[in-house]
């Protein structure tokens, strides 16, 4: 697997996406604006000074709207990164209905994937509230000591649902079908022709690239008034990105999979994608 190139042509694909369709990046601006606009509805500094958690100055009305309009939103954008994983150019916002169906089964897939680690983690916080609700609920110190717990006991199953569910909604993508998501065998298969370690280094190489973005944005973030819409403009770029690098990675997969195991219609899928 060639990193470089894997890097310049998903760069090279979100600039010819997004450059040409500027009316895609602004709705996609618009998907992420009730997530956004959170901040202007939340202090976080007064609702967590001193180290409590003041849970009295949570305004609950605004912020349940803004979360159930963004999380409305955030079902297009899934439904739109279905597209750019089958590989569609230029990838653009149409057939609505087809688009959020397309969504709705891509968050499907991801939640079957991470239902282990959330099981695991319920379990874990049923465990520690008593202790939480003993020493003293708004302690905010109390509640992140408890969540990295949580995250450190289930790290492993973390970790492993997203490997294989990074795969598998790329799959679920040119398939059409949940169950081929979630088909952990053929996953396997997939990551093994891959190989194991080039897969977790292109991966950690979309991390860092994840990272590096997002101490851009934090920077610009920090411009008196316009710093939260640059970062806002900036969104599209990381969801085209992202989408892209993971589709390439998929596709190094593809033709080592065995006999029998739906290889055919997949292939199928990326010749008419790509």
Request: hydrophobic residues 60%.
């Amino acid at each position: 697997m060639e990193y470089g190139a894997l890097l310049s042509e998903s760069i090279e694909y979100t600039r010819e996406a997004l450059v040409a369709n500027w009316i895609t990046s602004l709705i996609i601006i618009l998907c992420y604006l009730p997530f956004a606009l959170v901040r202007f509805v939340c202090d976080p500094k007064k609702i967590l000074a001193d180290g409590t958690i003041h849970w009295d100055l949570i305004p609950w009305p605004e912020l349940i709207v803004l979360i159930i309009a963004g999380f409305l939103l955030l079902i297009l954008l899934f439904g739109f990164t279905v597209r750019l994983y089958r590989g569609i150019s230029p990838p653009v916002f149409d057939n609505w209905g087809s688009l959020y169906l397309d969504g709705i089964k891509l968050l499907i897939v991801n939640i079957l994937w991470f239902i282990p680690f959330v099981l695991l983690s319920i379990a874990l916080l049923v465990l520690l509230l008593p202790l939480v609700f003993l020493i003293g609920p708004d302690s905010l110190a109390l509640w992140v000591g408890c969540m990295l717990a949580v995250l450190l006991v289930a790290f492993v199953p973390l970790v492993i649902a997203f490997f294989y569910s990074t795969l598998g909604s790329v799959r679920y993508a040119r398939t059409g079908s949940i169950r081929e998501g979630i088909r952990f065998s053929a996953i396997n298969c997939m990551i093994r022709a891959i190989g194991w370690v080039t897969y977790i280094l292109a991966m950690f190489i979309l991390l860092v690239a994840a990272i590096f973005f997002g101490i851009v944005q934090s920077v610009l973030a920090q411009i008196p008034v316009a710093g939260w819409a640059i970062q806002l403009v900036l969104s599209p770029v990381i969801l085209v990105f992202t989408a892209r690098y993971i589709s390439r990675v998929y596709d190094h997969g593809i033709p080592q999979e065995p006999a029998g195991d739906t290889v055919g219609e997949d292939r199928q899928q990326v010749d008419a994608a790509l």
